[in-house]
């Protein structure tokens, strides 16, 4: 049971952490990251939120990697759902405030990049499942074996394209979300002794096990 209280915990730390990214970006007025500047574009014609889209296309996203044959796990739906809830429910709550110079929406794009590697880390060092987003990029990785930074930067350029078409802000701080999210992150899972080559991500199946015996005192 502690081990599974730790892996909850650890998720939802990751969850949040994430979703804080994604407001610090969008309140930092200097664009958003690259998949937020297309959630937007998304939400701004269909009439959804931000949090509404991500889900949305998290769903689409399972449904590609599920095909190309990675372990889709609880961790997975649950990033795809809880990830787009913290989203609204800050912004809601409006625990971060606007930037409203260009020196405190550097710092919150900053902010947001450490911030959204660190959640990620978490996340995905749990091994119950990739988040969408990230699980496309780790099919991508080891289809390709290349590195982190540019299977993000390739597929971030892509989503950011296609957002700004659908009239997603982009700014300075896209630029910078697009270009250090993915080094930032290659240096979070470096610090952190972290191969994602090395990573085996439970299923579905295999996690309803874990939680039985966790559940049931097999696992302590």
């Given at each position: 049971m502690k081990k599974l209280l730790a892996k909850t915990s650890r998720l939802t730390l990751g969850f949040l952490l994430c979703a804080l990214s994604t407001v610090l970006a969008l309140h930092s007025n200097l664009g958003l990251s690259p998949w937020?500047?297309?959630h937007q574009g998304l939400a701004n014609v269909t009439g959804m939120t931000i949090g509404q889209a991500s889900i949305v296309v998290g769903v689409v996203i399972v449904i590609g990697t599920a095909i190309s044959g990675l372990e889709i796990g609880l961790g997975t739906i649950a990033n795809m759902?809880?990830?787009g809830c913290f989203i609204d429910l800050i912004i809601y709550a409006k625990i971060i405030p606007e930037s409203n110079s260009l020196f405190t929406g550097l710092l919150m794009i900053l902010g947001s990049l450490?911030?959204?590697a660190l959640?990620?880390?978490l996340y995905i060092g749990c091994e119950m499942g990739c988040g969408p987003r990230d699980g496309l990029m780790v099919a991508l990785v080891k289809r390709t074996n290349k590195p982190i930074s540019l299977i993000r930067l390739c597929i971030e350029s892509c989503a950011l394209f296609i957002g700004w078409l659908m009239g997603g802000t982009v700014g300075i701080g896209t630029l910078i979300t697009a270009l250090g999210l993915g080094i930032t992150m290659q240096m979070v899972f470096k610090i952190f002794k972290i191969d994602i080559k090395a990573l085996h991500h439970s299923s579905i199946k295999?996690?309803?096990v874990f939680l039985k015996e966790a559940v049931t005192g097999q696992i302590k």
């Open positions: 937020d500047v297309f759902i809880v990830i450490v911030v959204g959640g990620s880390y295999r996690s309803l």
